[in-house]
């Protein structure tokens, strides 16, 4: 975008948000107390780094879902601050060695299709990274993190581990904020997943885990859909099993 029009949308995104702020303003009869202290709390919240994730916890599926990223195929749902380039898992295993001591294995299956026509993606690159069974996700390493591909019928296999649910904003500002509401900062146990064809990106999204507490409260404003839910049981040994299938939106995509 060329910097005058830049600024144009820059001008029109203030102008329309304060006016929509001077609504709250006037219904809510909001104090300047009340103002100030909303102004300290975004100084502590910027000193904290934590402002694109307060964004993404309120904005971000209404954003994904005004730009047209929810009109097609599987529904997008949120990156999420932890992706990374990830190695690639030609067996499925998001971990090296026995299945970590301790957390219940995973094993989850599908097919990946295009939406339009049905059809199997071959070879379709799909990427996954996630929180393990203590809500936990590895922020330096590789474990339960990794790349894999569709066969020739579409089909993956993903072994892992059952992830957890996790708060992870207990000592910055947004639980400040949350506990002030009396609201939980809690996220429903979920995997991560990018689909790419070809080295294009078309899809990223999250796959929620039906064992988690709070689907129904999920603290992402919009994130949990029962489309996104993948019905888990129990394989007989202490593990899951699961099946999630993935529709891309590929007419019009331009594909290297």
């Known amino acids: 975008m060329d910097q005058p029009r830049g600024r144009q949308r820059l001008e029109a995104i203030w102008a329309l948000s304060v006016e929509k702020m001077k609504e709250v ?29 307060l964004f993404d916890v309120a904005l971000g599926m209404t954003s994904v879902e005004a730009t047209g990223g929810a009109d097609r195929g599987t529904r997008p749902c949120l990156e999420g601050p932890y992706h990374a380039r990830h190695p690639d898992r030609a067996e499925g295993r998001l971990f090296d060695g026995p299945s970590p001591e301790g957390m219940p294995p995973l094993l989850l299956t599908g097919r990946v299709t295009c939406d339009d026509t049905g059809q199997p993606v071959a070879n379709a690159e799909l990427d996954f990274w996630q929180a393990d069974s203590n809500g936990l996700y590895d922020r330096k390493g590789d474990h339960l993190r990794g790349r894999l591909r569709t066969d020739a019928q579409g089909r993956y296999a993903l072994h892992t581990v059952l992830p957890n649910d996790y708060s992870e904003h207990d000592h910055d500002p947004i639980g400040e904020l949350f506990r002030a509401m009396g609201r939980h900062n809690t996220r429903a146990a979920h995997i991560h997943l990018k689909a790419s064809v070809e080295g294009q990106v078309l899809l990223t999204t999250q796959i929620f885990m039906s064992t988690s507490r709070f689907l129904d409260s999920d603290y992402v404003e919009g994130a949990v859909t029962e489309e996104l839910t993948v019905g888990l049981e129990q394989d007989g040994a202490g593990g899951y099993v699961g099946r999630f299938d993935v529709q891309l939106a590929m007419a019009g995509a331009v594909v290297a």
């Open 25 to 53: 303003v006037r219904e809510l009869q909001v104090t300047q107390d009340e103002l100030h202290a909303a102004g300290d709390f975004f100084n502590r919240l910027g000193q904290s780094g934590m402002c694109r994730s």
